[in-house]
């Protein structure tokens, strides 16, 4: 379930890496060990409840982007928007249309660049995944689909495989998704961090991009978004983007 978010970035980063030396970004921090939370956790209650209510969050922006031995701290806000359902038809068949958006401003060595992305993932009537749209993507899922029901911290797994084509018409292919998932105790008590991860393959099958978005979910199957973070390569230069 992907947020095209790399060519409003890359556009504005490549004429800053071109022009400026750059500082180097700092190391992320390990995460602070914390007592396991409740045993079992209601994963697709948790989810159908983000995907249909339009949960938003706004997520303050680090990271930094290089380019050879330039590289340059990026900063910002964005704001995540979990989805609003809608019916459709998908891959010849009904569906439901989950809408997710993000959008806001990072700053790139003082320079804002604006970053709107919109991507529409297809569900069937139970919300296992059939597929996504995004930016001349169109993706299909070829195994898997169904997120797991219940989890406990330390669990991990595989959910989807997509395989992805330039259209509707699925005559020219364009490369592949594979999507897991990782369960960790959350920072609150009785809650778990759920992190969905995506990683894109190009028509060669060269990984292009990885993605995750993290839900902090309540023993009740509340969730709420705490995580969004992605690394990916456009035009020679090397972006990687946390927000929380």
Do not use: H, W
Not at 23 to 51: C, E, H, N, R, W
């Amino acid at each position: 379930m992907l947020l095209k978010t790399t060519p409003a970035v890359a556009v504005g980063l490549t004429f800053l890496l071109a022009a400026c030396g750059g500082g180097g970004g700092k190391p992320g921090t390990a995460d602070t060990p914390l007592p396991p939370p409740m045993a079992s956790f209601p994963i697709q209650t948790a989810l159908v409840y983000a995907f249909s209510n339009n949960l938003p969050k706004t997520l303050k922006v680090t990271g930094t982007a290089t380019s050879g031995g330039n590289s340059l701290p990026i900063s910002g806000s964005l704001t995540f928007n979990t989805g609003t359902t809608s019916s459709t038809t998908f891959n010849n068949a009904p569906a439901l249309q989950v809408t997710q958006t993000l959008a806001g401003s990072l700053s790139i060595n003082g320079q804002q660049v604006p970053l709107s992305s919109n991507n529409y993932v297809l569900f069937n009537a139970s919300y296992a995944e059939l597929g996504s749209l995004n930016d001349g993507s169109y993706c299909v899922v070829t195994s898997g689909g169904t997120f797991p029901a219940t989890l406990s911290a330390g669990q991990s797994g595989n959910i989807s495989t997509f395989s992805c084509y330039t259209d509707s018409s699925k005559t020219v292919a364009n490369g592949s998704v594979t999507e897991s998932y990782v369960a960790r105790a959350g920072s609150a008590a009785n809650t778990l961090d759920f992190q969905l991860t995506d990683i894109v393959y190009d028509a060669t099958g060269k990984p292009a991009s990885t993605q995750s978005t993290t839900y902090n979910i309540t023993s009740a199957g509340v969730p709420s978004v705490s995580q969004f973070a992605v690394q990916y390569t456009e035009n020679g230069i090397g972006i990687t983007i946390t927000g929380q």
